[in-house]
């Protein structure tokens, strides 16, 4: 599937830089804007923000300021 270990020493934090932004992301623009009644509340939330907003409409400025589903698209 393409999957590498990190080739740095333990602990480097550009080797999670991706993961951690995409969490600040979810934090910033879902998890903080509002309180949870519970944790399938929250993660029904997180399914759906994903799938509706940050794949299909948010725009990356790694993508060339294209959605990653637009980004996939023009790749195909």
């Known amino acids: 599937m393409g999957v590498r270990l990190s080739v740095g020493r333990?602990?480097?934090c550009w080797d999670n830089a991706l993961a951690e932004s995409f969490f600040a992301t979810i934090k910033?623009?879902?998890?903080?804007?509002t309180a949870w009644p519970s944790r399938a509340a929250a993660r029904t939330a997180i399914f759906d923000f994903i799938e509706s907003w940050y794949n299909l409409h948010r725009l990356h400025s790694s993508l060339g300021y294209r959605s990653p589903a637009d980004y996939e698209t023009a790749a195909a």
């Open 10 to 12: 333990t602990g480097q």
């Open 28 to 33: 910033r623009e879902l998890l903080g804007t």
